[in-house]
Each structure stands twice: as structure tokens, then as C-alpha cells.
């Protein structure tokens, strides 16, 4: 995301829903696809997690938590016919029910929530956080504040961290550079 303003744009909504038609491609090749967006940084092997969880047919559908809903900036998805057919109807949402194409995560959520119920379960919040835990200064909201004091007595190892929570590439640049997460010159 450059500026504030393109959040929610219709070219920014309709360029986030790009990712389900390329998940959707790979499954169908056989793949298990774990989807990261461009604002991660891994900081560990993520292949011990990874194999944790692939127990056959345990879950369609791995998470990031994004505290007040799933996070589709990082997807675990495992090749099955039921995650063919989510991205599928993800990439050709249809537009109806009051439903739109604005937001993918929200719409995911939803869906999952109402239309599809799949076998999904989140991430370790303390080893996958979101902005919200490992960058933001304390929220005045109490259920996010929890979230952050429980965070920071944690004593796992973040393995993977996510910028969101925050709009704007040079807000994100700085918050990573602060945590000596930027490795660009």
C-alpha cells in the first residue's frame, strides 16, 4: 500500500483478490500453498510449524490471527478439492446478497463464517503477530491492549511478522527499519 488513500480503492480491492486465483492455480497442480503478503518478514524456519500441522485432512485452512478476525495476509492453505473450490469462488466472487468485492478479508471471513464452513484454525498469535502486537504502541481499546500485554509477556520467538495495522509503505519501512526488520538498502 503507497498512501492511505489507496486503501480500499477498487484497483486495491480488486488487485488483493489476484492472490486466490494464483492459490487456486497451484492447488490444482497439487501444491500446498502458504500465501504471504509483500509487508512479512520470516524470522525463523517455519518448517518445523509447518509440519506440525500437516496431519492429513486436520484442517483445510491455516490462519494468521488477526486478533478480531482471520488475517488473509498469511494463508496455509492444503491441497484438497474444498480449498480448490474457496479460492475459485474467491477469485469469481459473485456480487450479491448485499455481498461486494471490496474487501477480501472481510468477505473471507464471512464466507467461511456463513457460506462454507471449512476445517480452520489460526496461527500462534505470539509466534505469527500482527502489527497490532509487535509494532503498535499500547491500544486504548481493552480487548486490543490484552492482546498486546499478553504479547509481550510471551516468551515464544516470533517466527514471522506482519506490518499490518498500519497504512502506508513508508510507515511500514520505518516501523520495520525500528525493529532492524528492513533488510533493503
Known amino acids: 500500500i ?5 486503501v480500499g480503492t477498487e484497483n486495491f480491492n480488486n488487485f488483493m483478490y489476484i492472490r486466490y486465483d494464483i492459490i487456486n492455480s497451484l492447488l490444482k497442480e497439487g501444491k500446498t500453498v502458504w500465501c504471504m503478503d509483500v509487508d512479512t518478514v520470516i524470522l525463523g524456519d517455519l518448517n518445523k510449524y509447518y509440519n506440525d500441522h500437516i496431519e492429513k485432512d486436520k484442517y483445510d485452512i491455516i490462519f494468521q490471527d488477526d486478533i478480531n478476525m482471520l488475517c488473509c495476509g498469511c494463508m496455509l492453505y492444503f491441497n484438497n478439492p474444498r480449498n480448490i473450490f474457496i479460492t475459485d469462488y474467491m477469485f469469481n466472487l459473485p456480487v450479491k ?5 471490496s474487501n477480501d478479508q472481510i468477505n473471507m471471513n464471512r464466507i467461511l463464517r456463513h457460506q462454507f464452513p471449512l476445517k480452520v484454525t489460526t496461527l500462534n498469535k505470539n509466534v505469527f503477530p500482527n502489527g ?4 503498535n504502541e499500547l491500544s486504548d481499546n481493552p480487548f486490543f491492549r ?4 499478553d504479547f509481550r509477556k510471551s516468551t515464544e520467538k516470533a517466527l514471522f511478522v506482519h506490518a499490518n495495522y498500519m497504512i502506508g509503505m513508508d510507515t511500514k519501512i520505518q516501523a520495520l527499519k525500528d525493529k532492524n ?3 533493503l538498502s
Open 2 to 6: 503507497r498512501n492511505k488513500e489507496d
Open 181 to 183: 526488520l528492513w533488510f
Open 146 to 149: 490484552k492482546n498486546q500485554e
Open 132 to 135: 497490532l502486537l509487535y509494532f
Open 97 to 101: 446478497d448485499g455481498t461486494d468485492k
